[in-house]
């Protein structure tokens, strides 16, 4: 069993910055993938980022060059380290991992972005 604890979200203004955490139960080399999703109220769950294995890095086109994804393998946990937030950046960011070929959540945490 996998369990994954997301942290971090709160309110900003447009501009600043914020990072979210993820702890995970295991290792996180235990995981094929880890990433970031987000959703805005009534939209689907989109992808954010994410990060293979063995390092290899995706990114959405809208976060591109603002967010990075980060791992410390020492504390098992992700990062996702935003920068110059916008408005539309606005939805609930939810970690995934792939273990064994499953897919885990995270309970997900609240970003808001707004003056």
């Known amino acids: 069993q996998v369990q994954l604890v997301d942290s971090g979200g709160t309110l900003v203004q447009p501009g600043e910055s914020l990072r979210l955490s993820c702890v995970a139960s295991?290792?996180?080399?235990?995981?094929?993938?880890m990433g970031w999703y987000r959703q805005a109220p009534g939209k689907e769950r989109d992808l954010v980022a994410r990060?293979?294995?063995?390092?290899?890095?995706n990114y959405a086109d809208s976060v591109q060059g603002r967010f990075t994804i980060s791992r410390d393998s020492a504390k098992t946990t992700l990062y996702l380290q935003m920068n110059s937030l916008k408005p539309e950046d606005t939805a609930v960011y939810y970690c995934?991992?792939?273990?064994?070929?499953?897919?885990?959540w995270g309970q997900g945490t609240q970003v808001t972005v707004s003056s």
């Open positions: 295991r290792s996180i080399f235990s995981f094929s993938v």
């Open positions: 990060m293979s294995l063995g390092g290899s890095l």
């Open positions: 995934n991992a792939i273990y064994l070929g499953h897919s885990y």
